[in-house]
T-cell receptor, first 113, second 111 residues
Framework: NAGVTQTPKFQVLKTGQSMTLQCAQD?????MSWYRQDPGMGLRLIHY???????DQGEVPNGYNVSRSTTEDFPLRLLLAAPSQTSVYFC????????????FGSGTRLTVV | RKEVEQDPGPFNVPEGATVAFNCTYS??????FFWYRQDCRKEPKLLMS???SGNEDGRFTAQLNRASQYISLLIRDSKLSDSATYLC????????????FGQGTELSVKP
């Protein structure tokens, strides 16, 4: 089924570990982005990309890296995991961001202990 | 002031009721607005877009008040299946590629 696929769905990390959250879409969308969702905070933009080879920072980029080597994939890397990064992470893509129509993945629930 | 603010609720209403949520935004230059719906522990999904004064889709009506910088979502004849969190969304600094989400308003429709 066409859409946005995120892996893993759940992850527990120890403080200081690193990992990569995977995001792939098969809709040929140029725009992709990563959000984190915390209770009472809504979704906050971490990083986004307007096309292969182009990335930029969102509201809360510290502690995260991204790359966009292909149109399909937009991985999010946590360099040194901290308990403050415990959150639900959503990847989203869009064919036309001006429409506000983003397709979200089902999320990755990350716990850092 | 936050860029987008919503009353978190929860709003507890009986089936058949009419309920309205408000959302205020800080960037007076914003041109487009969106309402997303998020079911418990699921991903958000686009519900409605608002580009001018408002938009209507069945039981759902979204209205925009530019002078007061708020948008509202009205749900008529509430159904049990309307229970969800409703997220108000504004493009960040009027750049459509980046969306700013409010914290969401929780709605619970009871039998």
């Amino acid at each position: 089924n066409a859409g946005v696929t995120q892996t893993p769905k759940f992850q527990v990390l120890k403080t200081g570990q690193s990992m990569t959250l995977q995001c792939a879409q098969d809709m040929n969308h140029e725009y992709m982005s990563w959000y984190r969702q915390d209770p009472g905070m809504g979704l906050r933009l971490i990083h986004y990309s307007v096309g292969a080879g182009i990335t930029d920072q969102g509201e809360v980029p510290n502690g995260y890296n991204v790359s966009r080597s292909t149109t399909e994939d937009f991985p999010l890397r946590l360099l040194l995991a901290a308990p403050s990064q415990t959150s639900v992470y959503f990847c989203a893509s869009s064919y036309s961001p001006g429409t506000g129509h983003y397709t979200f993945g089902s999320g990755t629930r990350l716990t850092v202990v | 002031r936050k860029e987008v603010e919503q009353d978190p609720g929860p709003f507890n209403v009986p089936e058949g009721a009419t309920v309205a949520f408000n959302c205020t935004y800080s960037n007076s230059a914003s041109q487009s607005f969106f309402w997303y719906r998020q079911d418990c522990r699921k991903e958000p999904k686009l519900l409605m877009s608002v580009y001018s004064s408002g938009n209507e889709d069945g039981r759902f009506t979204a209205q925009l008040n530019r002078a007061s910088q708020y948008i509202s979502l009205l749900i008529r004849d509430s159904k049990l299946s309307d229970s969800a969190t409703y997220l108000c969304v504004v493009p960040w600094r009027n750049q459509g590629g980046k969306l700013i989400f409010g914290q969401g308003t929780e709605l619970s429709v009871k039998p």
